[in-house]
């Protein structure tokens, strides 16, 4: 039967969901509460297929696409309607945690098994969307999944792309079995919701139950590259160096700076540096790094790649070294859809929880989907805000208190 009002709508399982989240966490486990699964190795293959099992007995039909997309489908009463989505990613980081990601992926399902409980129908379709190398870990940069589905990257760039080990994007999909032929022309989507864990310290700061997300905010990654000279530590005198590692760290000094100068909204990092050489004896001439950029404003974003360009080339003339810097990735700042985020707020009303209208500083799949259809995020808090960590946590009700919001706005689009 149809859903008429939000007195018909059922209350999820929190126990299920609850449990779902335990059994997939014994995949790729590490230390006591951590996961690593990576994009397109065996674990991230192990999960997409017991989350597939799952889908096919909620009596979901699995397709997939180029990317490894994983998408499940539930019919609706109007066959000629778009799909209504929702989903994440079940990937993680090396030293993740049990639910970046993955909630959204288990309380999307958890959304189609309620209503499969109460043999509810929704008149447009729903779709559960996993998609592939959100984290980008193995294969950067991440989204790769959503970025191609989105067109931000064609072809050729997404099987091209070669993983920290060395492998093509294209055969590893094909290897682990989740490299399909469907298209986004076959995939019709009315809108799309995403629910994570913020990954910040906002919502338990302020006590709200749940984060309606009105934005994403926009980033852009450098590949850095800076050149001097190998040389003996031994022998070399100081002011006769061209010390890259030297070079870069002061690069990174002064990046910083760069970056606290634009105010407090502005993010500057550099998360991955390698030198050439690893010999505690040598002087090292080679050095990459890359610097992570993201601030919710377009024209600051311009400002900061500007502002560290300048950065990297006066540094690297002062340590009498080369740089080159390189544009390597960009999302631009998104604004989620009103609609869809009032779905989230009067969803988060009928159920009496608190609620906090935030900004997301990390970025998620949702950016690139938003480019295509109505889209909005909900967070659920997470403990002391940590994430990307083997601590961290989301608690059994908040889960349930986020999901029940989700499904209340899905059906709301949907019915």
């Known amino acids: 039967m149809p859903v008429r009002s939000f007195d018909e ?106 209503l499969n409980d109460a043999g509810l129908e929704t008149e447009a379709p729903l ?18 999944g959503s970025a191609w589905f989105a067109g931000r990257i064609d072809d050729e760039t997404l099987d091209e792309t070669i993983s920290t080990d060395g ?41 709200a139950d749940v984060g309606v997300v009105t934005s994403v905010q926009g980033l852009c990654w450098f590949d850095v590259q800076v050149t001097g000279a190998d040389a003996h530590a031994g022998t070399t005198p100081l002011d006769a160096r061209r010390d890259a590692l030297l070079a870069a760290a002061a690069m990174l000094v002064e990046l910083n700076k760069a970056g606290k100068e634009e105010g407090s909204d502005a993010r500057v990092s550099v998360g991955r540096l390698k030198t050439a050489t690893d010999g505690p004896s040598t002087v090292v001439g080679q050095v990459e790094f890359v610097i992570d950029i993201r601030h919710p404003d377009a024209a600051a974003i311009d400002r900061l790649r500007a502002r560290c360009r300048e950065v990297c080339k006066t540094v690297a003339n002062a340590h009498t070294c080369d740089v080159k810097v390189r544009d390597r990735f960009a999302v631009p700042p998104t604004l989620f859809d009103k609609s869809c985020v009032e779905a989230l707020e009067k969803a988060a009303k009928s159920l009496q929880l608190s609620y906090r209208k935030m900004p997301s500083g990390a970025l998620h799949d949702a950016a690139n989907v938003a480019s295509l259809v109505p889209t909005a995020m909900l967070f659920v808090p997470c403990r002391d805000g940590i994430s990307h960590n083997v601590a961290e ?23």
């Open 393 to 415: 946590y989301a608690s059994k009700e908040h889960l349930a208190a986020g999901c029940n919001v989700l499904l209340r706005a899905i059906l709301a689009r949907a019915a």
């Open 167 to 207: 492998q093509r994007f294209a055969d590893e999909a094909e290897a682990i079995g989740w490299r399909g032929t469907s298209s986004r022309n076959d995939l019709p989507m009315d809108a799309f919701f995403e629910l994570h864990i913020e990954q910040g310290p906002v919502l338990e700061a302020c006590g």
């Open 127 to 144: 779709m559960l969307i996993n998609w592939t190398n959100e984290e980008g870990v193995r294969f950067a940069p991440g989204m790769l």
């Open 9 to 114: 709508i059922p209350k999820i399982n929190s126990d299920r969901l609850w449990a779902r989240h335990m059994e997939m966490a014994e995949i790729g486990p590490i230390e006591e509460t951590g996961n690593c699964r990576l994009a397109l190795t065996a674990e991230d293959r192990a999960a997409r297929e017991l989350f597939a099992q799952w889908c096919r007995d909620a009596g979901m039909q699995l397709k997939s696409d180029r990317a490894g997309n994983m998408f499940a489908m539930r019919p609706g009463r109007d066959g000629g309607r778009a799909a209504v989505a929702a989903g994440s990613h079940l990937d993680t980081q090396p030293h993740g945690g049990r639910f970046d990601g993955v909630s959204g992926m288990l309380t999307a399902l958890e959304v189609v098994e309620t």
